[in-house]
């Protein structure tokens, strides 16, 4: 298997616009989770889904950021509009049988809010 | 709300050298605990998971303990290689599954 692929790796934009982050879990895994790293804050668990339904999104710091996985094979997280602030590596991971299980993470995107 | 705490933050050894990395959290009720690795630029790689009932975990010369009642875990490392050089998180999964990490410990194997 190739692993938890992301896209794109880097991103680069301007305050104001919108940021779409996306993932492609382990063939079979059950459960996707998004995560933020930062210096600041360490890293952090936004929302995870299980069977494509989201769990908890207790972590999503505002209403600019939404996440959906509208099947097995893909999710998206969403920036809009994006901040300075906003800017991080996020992750986004996958695990068999849910958030009590191994987690696989991918490589990260590296965004760069100007 | 559960606190995590690594350190030290950074830790640097010769090769061959034996360590432990320490991790502690505030709050004993956990479900399990985890430890990665993560390598410059990477993600994160699973070495270990500890379920709360169990004491400790053995992966080849990797060894985590679990005291969960003084809110404590340990990794071992035997034997260090330059390889084993990245960053070390741990992270608590609490029974109302909150997830939190620590912020790692860097370690740095010298030839």
Known sequence: ?114 | KQEVTQIPAALSVPEGENLVLNCSFTDSAIYNLQWFRQDPGKGLTSLLLIQSSQREQTSGRLNASLDKSSGRSTLYIAASQPGDSATYLCAVLNNNNDMRFGAGTRLTVKP
Request: charged content about 20%; overall charge negative.
């Open chain 1, 1 to 114: 298997d190739a692993g938890v692929i992301q896209s794109p790796r880097h991103e680069v934009t301007e305050m104001g616009q919108e940021v779409t982050l996306r993932c492609k879990p382990i063939s079979g895994h059950n459960s996707l989770f998004w995560y933020r790293q930062t210096m600041m804050r360490g890293l952090e668990l936004l929302i995870y889904f299980n069977n494509n339904v989201p769990i908890d999104d207790s972590g999503m710091p505002e209403d600019r950021f939404s996440a959906k996985m509208p099947n097995a094979s893909f999710s998206t997280l969403k920036i809009q509009p994006s901040e300075p602030r906003d800017s991080a590596v996020y992750f986004c991971a996958s695990s068999s049988v849910g958030i009590t299980d191994t987690q696989y993470f991918g490589p990260g995107t590296r965004l760069t809010v100007l």
